[in-house]
Nanobody, 128 residues
Framework: QRQLVESGGGSVQPGGSLRLSCVAS???????????IGWFRQAPGKERQGVAW????????LYSDSVKGRFTISRDHALSTVYLQMNNLQPEDTSTYYC??????????????????WGQGTQVTVSS
């Protein structure tokens, strides 16, 4: 059974940091180059919004304007884990964060509808 499990969320003050993890299991090629991978977030009553991605094939790292320079996406093939390092967190970053994976090329890597597999989410709260 293919599964994604996120962890690492929590409550921090503005300016703080968190590292989210997404462990993939049941995928025959792990989190290798066959998959595009994305971190998305969704606040109550709002649409799921992409923040960081790894493209399939060349593994290019991409970021939304709202997190560029503060968040870093990475992956560890041996551990089948994708990370999202989040620095200088702000109240507007408060949300439930999800990782998603899709096999092969996608036209719109920032479109959550393109993704086939999702984790259950991990809550991030930023407040003073």
């Amino acid at each position: 059974q293919r599964q994604l499990v996120e962890s690492g969320g929590g409550s921090v003050q503005p300016g703080g940091s968190l590292r989210l993890s997404c462990v993939a299991s049941g995928f025959t090629s792990g989190i290798g180059r066959d998959y595009a991978i994305g971190w998305f977030r969704q606040a109550p009553g709002k649409e799921r919004q992409g923040v960081a991605w790894i493209t399939n094939g060349d593994g290019k790292l991409l970021y939304s304007d709202s997190v560029k320079g503060r968040f870093t996406i990475s992956r560890d093939h041996a551990l089948s884990t994708v990370y999202l390092q989040m620095n200088n967190l702000q109240p507007e970053d408060t949300s439930t964060y999800y990782c998603g994976m899709v096999l092969g090329w996608v036209d719109r890597i920032d479109d959550s509808l393109e993704y086939d597999f999702w984790g259950q989410g991990t809550q991030v709260t930023v407040s003073s």
